[in-house]
C-alpha cells in the first residue's frame, strides 16, 4: 500500500490523560465515562472511536455514490462503540452503524454494502469486530 496521509497522535495516562495530534488540531483531554467508575467529565477513547468511524463510513458512501454516479448529498451515519470485557480477561469492541439515506432501499442497501468493503476503519477491524449495519431503520445482513 502507498501511504497518501498518515498522522502522529501521544497520549498521556492513558484513560485520564490528554490525547493529542502533533500537529495541535485535536488536543483533548480523556476521562473514565460514568459506567467505568470515572468521573465522566471528558471525552474517551470509545467516544474518539465512533466519531471517527462515523465520518469515515458516511465519507465512504459519498465516495461510492460518485462512483456509481447516484446523486446523493448527504450520508448521515451514526456510529455506537461499545466495550465490554472478553472471555480472555481483556477487552473487546463492538460497533453498529445507523445509517439514513434518501434512497429507494434496495439502492440504499447496496450503496452501504459496497461503502462497507471501501471504508478503511470497516477494513481495519474486519474479521475482528462484527459491525451491525441499519439502513434506513432495515438491518443489512
Known sequence: MKTIYQTTANATAGRNGVAKTEDGLLNVNLSY??????????????????????ACFSNAILH????????????????????GANESGGFALTAALMIELDLEQESAME????????????NAIRNNIDVKLTVNQQVLK
Do not use: D, W
Not at 111 to 122: D, E, G, K
Open 111 to 122: 450503496l452501504v454494502r459496497i461503502a462497507h468493503q471501501v471504508c478503511p476503519y470497516s
Open 64 to 83: 461510492v455514490a460518485r462512483e456509481q454516479k447516484i446523486a446523493i448529498n448527504a450520508a448521515p451515519v451514526s456510529a455506537t462503540i461499545g466495550i
Open 33 to 54: 465515562p460514568k459506567e467505568m467508575g470515572g468521573a465522566g467529565n471528558a471525552t474517551n477513547p470509545e467516544q474518539l472511536f465512533a466519531a471517527g468511524y462515523a
